[in-house]
């Protein structure tokens, strides 16, 4: 559980800072000088961005306790029936693929580019749809070969639903902002939108990158089982 502690606690201190940036604790009305020197403005976060990052947090939070979990119930020993790893290599490519074209989309939109905001827009969404499309390929091909009592094969099927069920919630705003970008007067406006699409599909990304470190025991992701097992 050392991996869901050091989260906590990686949370903590980005919300210490947070909170620190909004002078929480002055006192203008006790602070000396002339009257026009107005104390400095907390740096403020758009609510809606807020709102997500709070979300991003829980929805990790969620996973980390699942990957404890998987750590603690699957010895390293216990062979495994996972599904093709070039599957999920190539839906793994596409999620990567999906993040970089929505960031894409929001640099063009900030310099006022419809057409390509719309083709990053388009091309993630088209990724998207190959990364769920491989998962349930996946999916299917461990229900042919794992069985009921197989931990392992649970685990896996229940994390990477978990995440496309993330994933497609995703999507559907992802058509709304597309939409909404297709017929705004100015791209620009869309920016802001565009940027939280960015901001969920890298932090999805990020999740699956975990995961498929831990079930496929990949060696970037040694140290994290280590974590979890102390």
Known sequence: MSLVLLYLAALGLVAARWLSRQRLASKPWLEAGPTLALSPRPVAMPTARLG??????????????????YTMR???????????????????????VASLALHGAKGAAAHGERDGALLGLTGAAIAT????????????????????SDAAAAFFILMTALHALHLGGGFVALGIVTARSAR????????????LCALYWDALLAIWLVL???LFRTPWTGWIEALCRT
Do not use: N
């Open 52 to 69: 997500l990052a709070v979300f991003l947090a829980a929805v990790g939070l969620l996973f980390m306790l699942l990957v404890a979990a």
């Open 74 to 96: 699957v010895p390293p020993e216990i062979w495994r029936r996972l599904p093709d790893p070039r599957i999920v290599w190539l839906t793994t490519g596409l999620l990567i």
């Open 129 to 148: 749809l190959g990364f769920i499309a491989g998962q349930v390929l996946a999916w299917r091909q461990l229900a042919d070969t794992a069985s009921v």
């Open 184 to 195: 705004a007067g100015a791209v620009e406006d869309a920016q802001p939108a565009i940027g």
């Open 212 to 214: 498929f470190g831990i």
